[in-house]
């Protein structure tokens, strides 16, 4: 067929003798899958518009499905190219919401687990695929927002079709009506990486698994003309076959590599740019693929141009454009799917209202929320025009179990190897409620048990039940003396309220029973065994974007609290009182380079207060108890005071992807009382630089410090996530 047509195309150009004759020829662009590798059929689309090519049938699979509909839909080549270089391409690889869009308490601690295991009433599951592609669905209500126009995918300007592979049968499905962003989210379900897509009570896999250049279906078409632009490698060699995404890729590569001649005795013009140690996941090489296909169409550009001129369609310029909206006016708010949680709870997390103008960045805020609740598998949404003003379809999809089981590990020179396992179960008596257990078992081992109800603004109830157990050295002039262990368990009752998932505002009262007891004996120290009646208040504000190594955001934590000690519960002794303000404050500099500010004053108040309730000073790590502060040159509680004012900042540049150099300087003022912090001339500093990778169980961290209080460097290492 291919030879047949171009000997046609030569004949008719020597008949006529350079004369251009005209038809309306119907022209069908088939666009193959290839994850990243596709983003070649932007810049390919881009020379054939130049050329002046009008294509009058779209059809693609996967990656390249997206692509077509985009185009199908009105996008141009270069608003295509714009649209996807501002997608954040590991967030939806990753499937990870940003840190600050998590409901309050899980965003404290969702940086603690590397492991995630669904129960059921059948046990213990391993989830379908690594990602449930909600990104991807985000992503693909904002390009298909316009489509509710249509009816079917042959009435947008551009006729369009997608492939996506029958999980149960192994079958092609075809879609050519329904929501479009079902159909392409089906379409680009790589096995493995992506988890399985159902729509009508089936499920689908990518259509790259039996057909990812589904040329065989445009040639049903009313098509004259085909171009392809596909992006399959086929077969790779053995020594190219490096990674688990290569060879995933090679699986599906058996069944196309067979059909690869057939696939190109019907493509007329055949584009398939290649791009050197590229694979499915090469975002982070967009411009250079992008260029690759340029190159690779330009190639065929006599072709290509001599096609443009037989044609004497003039669409281009003029076909309709169904391109998202920067903003919507919502009349009405339709939930579908919603069945174990209260509308006020999908709305307060959606954060729109009937009546007001939303943009599209707040409702994919809105989609984010919802899905960082963790009480859903995915979120989208769809629109339907009310006469200039429009009904809002929020679907979700629940999840079929509210229980995980999780996992964390962490090293570090202050508590040593723990393994953290937690149990949460989301909705146990009271709709919106969340369980979470953790047990850190290791050399220090941790517990903690709390159960709160969400109810946003509304103060709720909540109990928190924690256990510690520790060692820790005593100095004496930089001095150590003796080595210490330390155990305690608090029970809390609080109230609290949450706005917006950032702001949480509450009080509560704690019982604490402590522990302390001498490991060797240096220096004198009389066990203590003492326990303690707690109230407090404070304000915490969370925005940080991610916990480790954070690109913008603040923190500010204030509390108030009262400490008596109790002899039972009849004797009471006189409470002291301590004020705690911190703030830190994200400067990103440049795309490379983040600084975070923090400033820190703790004031004391009453009687002398026992070890368990001091300032503690020294060390690098986080997730300390009570007045125990990290401060960079000095070895874990190696300081200690009763009022603090420290300022520190924290610098971190990322050398290379996940790498980074680190380097802090704190400098602080320790004393017993408040008015030595303005008096005293001893400043204590410190000063640190260190290396960071930022791994899949968590950053590895290795840090050198010393300071100018003393003539030592310390090291510090730790790997995994604070807990």
Same mark, same amino acid.
């Given at each position: 067929?291919? $030879?047949?047509?171009?000997?046609?195309?030569?004949?008719?150009?020597?008949?006529?003798?350079?004369?251009?004759?005209?038809?309306?020829?119907?022209?069908?662009?088939?666009?193959?899958?290839?994850?990243?590798?596709?983003?070649?059929?932007?810049?390919?689309?881009?020379?054939?518009?130049?050329?002046?090519?009008?294509?009058?049938?779209?059809?693609?699979?996967?990656?390249?499905?997206?692509?077509?509909?985009?185009?199908?839909?009105?996008?141009?080549?270069?608003?295509?190219?714009?649209?996807?270089?501002?997608?954040?391409?590991?967030?939806?690889?990753?499937?990870?919401?940003?840190?600050?869009? @998590?409901?309050?308490?899980?965003?404290?601690?969702?940086?603690?687990?590397?492991?995630?295991? *669904?129960?059921?009433?059948?046990?213990?599951?391993?989830?379908?695929?690594?990602?449930?592609?909600?990104?991807?669905?985000?992503?693909?209500?904002?390009?298909?927002?316009?489509?509710?126009?249509?009816?079917?995918?042959?009435?947008?300007?551009?006729?369009?079709?997608?492939?996506?592979?029958?999980?149960?049968?192994?079958?092609?499905?075809?879609?050519? %009506?329904?929501?479009?962003?079902?159909?392409?989210?089906?379409?680009?379900?790589?096995?493995?990486?992506?988890?399985?897509?159902?729509?009508?009570?089936?499920?689908?896999?990518?259509?790259?698994?039996?057909?990812?250049?589904?040329?065989?279906?445009?040639?049903?078409?009313?098509?004259?003309?085909?171009?392809?632009?596909?992006?399959?490698?086929?077969? +790779?060699?053995?020594?190219?076959?490096?990674?688990?995404?290569?060879?995933?890729?090679?699986?599906?590569?058996?069944?196309?590599?067979? /059909?690869?001649?057939?696939?190109?005795?019907?493509?007329?013009?055949?584009?398939?740019?290649?791009?050197?140690?590229?694979?499915?996941?090469?975002?982070?090489?967009?411009?250079?693929?992008?260029?690759?296909?340029?190159?690779?169409?330009?190639? %065929?550009?006599?072709?290509?141009?001599?096609?443009?001129?037989?044609?004497?369609?003039?669409?281009?310029?003029?076909?309709?454009?169904?391109?998202?909206?920067?903003?919507?006016?919502?009349?009405?708010?339709?939930?579908?799917?919603?069945?174990?949680?209260?509308?006020?709870?999908?709305?307060?997390?959606?954060?729109?209202?009937?009546?007001?103008?939303?943009?599209?960045?707040?409702?994919?805020?809105?989609?984010?929320?919802?899905?960082?609740?963790?009480?859903?598998?995915?979120?989208?949404?769809?629109?339907?025009?009310?006469?200039?003003?429009?009904?809002?379809?929020?679907?979700?999809?629940?999840?079929?179990?509210?229980?995980?089981?999780?996992?964390?590990?962490?090293?570090?020179?202050?508590?040593?190897?723990?393994?953290?396992?937690?149990?949460? %179960? +989301?909705? @146990?008596?009271?709709?919106?409620?969340?369980?979470?257990?953790?047990?850190?078992?290791?050399?220090?081992?941790?517990?903690?048990?709390?159960?709160?109800?969400?109810?946003?603004?509304?103060?709720?109830?909540?109990?928190?039940?924690?256990?510690?157990?520790?060692?820790?050295?005593?100095?004496?002039?930089?001095?150590?003396? /003796?080595?210490?262990?330390?155990?305690?368990?608090?029970?809390? @009752?609080?109230?609290?309220?949450?706005?917006?998932?950032?702001?949480?505002? =509450?009080?509560?009262?704690?019982?604490?029973? $402590?522990?302390?007891?001498?490991?060797?004996?240096?220096?004198?120290?009389?066990?203590?065994?003492?326990?303690?009646?707690?109230?407090?208040?404070?304000?915490?504000?969370?925005?940080?974007?991610?916990?480790?190594?954070?690109?913008?955001?603040?923190?500010?934590?204030?509390?108030? +609290?009262?400490?008596?000690? +109790?002899?039972?519960?009849?004797?009471?002794?006189?409470?002291?009182?301590?004020?705690?303000?911190?703030?830190?404050?994200?400067?990103?500099?440049?795309?490379?380079?983040?600084?975070?500010?923090?400033?820190?004053?703790?004031?004391?108040?009453?009687?002398?207060?026992?070890? *368990?309730?001091?300032?503690?000073?020294?060390?690098?790590?986080?997730?300390?108890?009570?007045?125990?502060?990290?401060?960079? =040159? %000095?070895?874990?509680?190696?300081?200690?005071?009763?009022?603090?004012?420290?300022?520190?900042?924290?610098?971190?540049?990322?050398?290379?992807?996940?790498?980074?150099?680190?380097?802090?300087?704190?400098?602080?003022?320790?004393?017993?009382?408040?008015?030595?912090?303005?008096?005293? /001339?001893?400043?204590?500093?410190?000063?640190?630089?260190?290396?960071?990778?930022?791994?899949?169980?968590?950053?590895?961290?290795?840090?050198?410090?010393?300071?100018?209080?003393?003539?030592?460097?310390?090291?510090?290492?730790?790997?995994?996530?604070?807990?």
């Amino acid at each position: 067929m291919k $030879v047949y047509k171009n000997l046609v195309l030569l004949l008719i150009l020597l008949l006529c003798g350079g004369l251009k004759a005209q038809e309306d020829l119907k022209i069908g662009l088939v666009l193959s899958g290839g994850g990243a590798k596709c983003m070649a059929q932007i810049g390919a689309i881009q020379v054939l518009e130049e050329a002046g090519v009008e294509i009058d049938y779209i059809g693609g699979t996967s990656m390249g499905a997206i692509i077509g509909a985009m185009y199908s839909l009105g996008f141009s080549g270069k608003e295509m190219e714009d649209y996807l270089r501002q997608v954040d391409w590991d967030a939806l690889l990753a499937n990870e919401v940003p840190r600050n869009r @998590l409901s309050y308490f899980d965003r404290k601690s969702a940086a603690r687990y590397f492991l995630s295991f *669904p129960i059921d009433s059948n046990g213990i599951n391993l989830p379908r695929g690594v990602n449930f592609a909600q990104y991807i669905l985000r992503e693909l209500s904002t390009i298909t927002q316009q489509s509710y126009r249509y009816q079917h995918f042959s009435d947008f300007p551009i006729p369009f079709f997608c492939i996506a592979t029958n999980l149960e049968t192994g079958g092609v499905r075809v879609f050519e %009506h329904g929501r479009l962003m079902d159909a392409l989210r089906a379409s680009s379900a790589f096995p493995s990486l992506f988890t399985p897509y159902e729509i009508d009570d089936s499920l689908y896999i990518d259509g790259g698994v039996v057909l990812n250049y589904p040329v065989r279906y445009m040639a049903q078409k009313e098509v004259d003309f085909i171009i392809g632009i596909d992006m399959q490698d086929y077969l +790779r060699e053995r020594d190219e076959l490096n990674t688990i995404v290569e060879v995933l890729g090679q699986t599906t590569g058996f069944l196309n590599s067979r /059909n690869q001649a057939e696939s190109e005795e019907l493509t007329d013009i055949w584009i398939s740019p290649k791009i050197e140690g590229a694979n499915i996941t090469s975002f982070e090489r967009f411009d250079e693929i992008i260029a690759a296909g340029r190159a690779e169409a330009l190639k %065929h550009l006599e072709s290509i141009q001599q096609l443009a001129q037989r044609d004497s369609s003039t669409r281009l310029t003029k076909r309709e454009k169904a391109l998202p909206l920067p903003e919507i006016l919502v009349k009405e708010i339709v939930l579908e799917g919603n069945e174990s949680f209260t509308p006020s709870f999908v709305l307060g997390k959606l954060g729109i209202k009937e009546g007001e103008v939303a943009s599209i960045r707040k409702l994919e805020k809105g989609m984010d929320q919802l899905y960082g609740s963790n009480y859903f598998e995915t979120v989208d949404y769809t629109i339907e025009d009310l006469d200039s003003a429009y009904r809002l379809i929020v679907k979700l999809k629940e999840n079929d179990s509210q229980q995980k089981l999780k996992a964390g590990l962490n090293y570090s020179d202050d508590f040593k190897t723990s393994l953290l396992i937690n149990y949460t %179960h +989301r909705n @146990l008596l009271f709709k919106n409620s969340r369980l979470s257990v953790d047990l850190a078992l290791g050399d220090m081992p941790r517990s903690e048990l709390n159960y709160f109800v969400d109810r946003g603004f509304i103060p709720t109830l909540g109990i928190k039940l924690k256990s510690h157990r520790f060692r820790y050295q005593s100095f004496v002039n930089l001095e150590a003396v /003796n080595q210490r262990i330390y155990q305690d368990y608090s029970l809390d @009752l609080f109230l609290q309220s949450t706005l917006k998932d950032a702001y949480a505002i =509450g009080g509560g009262v704690q019982i604490e029973n $402590v522990d302390i007891s001498q490991d060797y004996e240096r220096a004198d120290f009389e066990d203590l065994n003492k326990g303690f009646i707690n109230y407090y208040g404070y304000i915490d504000f969370d925005s940080f974007d991610d916990a480790n190594f954070p690109h913008y955001g603040f923190r500010l934590e204030a509390q108030y +609290r009262i400490i008596a000690e +109790r002899i039972g519960f009849e004797t009471f002794l006189e409470p002291s009182s301590v004020i705690n303000l911190k703030y830190q404050q994200v400067v990103p500099v440049n795309s490379k380079l983040t600084v975070i500010g923090q400033i820190n004053g703790i004031n004391t108040i009453g009687p002398g207060l026992d070890l *368990p309730y001091q300032i503690y000073l020294g060390s690098m790590g986080q997730s300390y108890l009570n007045y125990i502060e990290s401060f960079v =040159g %000095h070895r874990f509680m190696e300081l200690n005071g009763r009022n603090l004012i420290m300022a520190r900042a924290d610098f971190n540049y990322e050398i290379a992807r996940n790498h980074y150099l680190l380097a802090k300087v704190n400098y602080a003022r320790l004393e017993n009382s408040f008015e030595a912090l303005f008096d005293s /001339n001893l400043l204590l500093d410190g000063y640190s630089i260190g290396y960071a990778y930022n791994s899949l169980i968590g950053p590895l961290e290795i840090h050198v410090s010393t300071s100018t209080n003393h003539p030592n460097f310390y090291t510090y290492v730790r790997l995994g996530f604070w807990f």
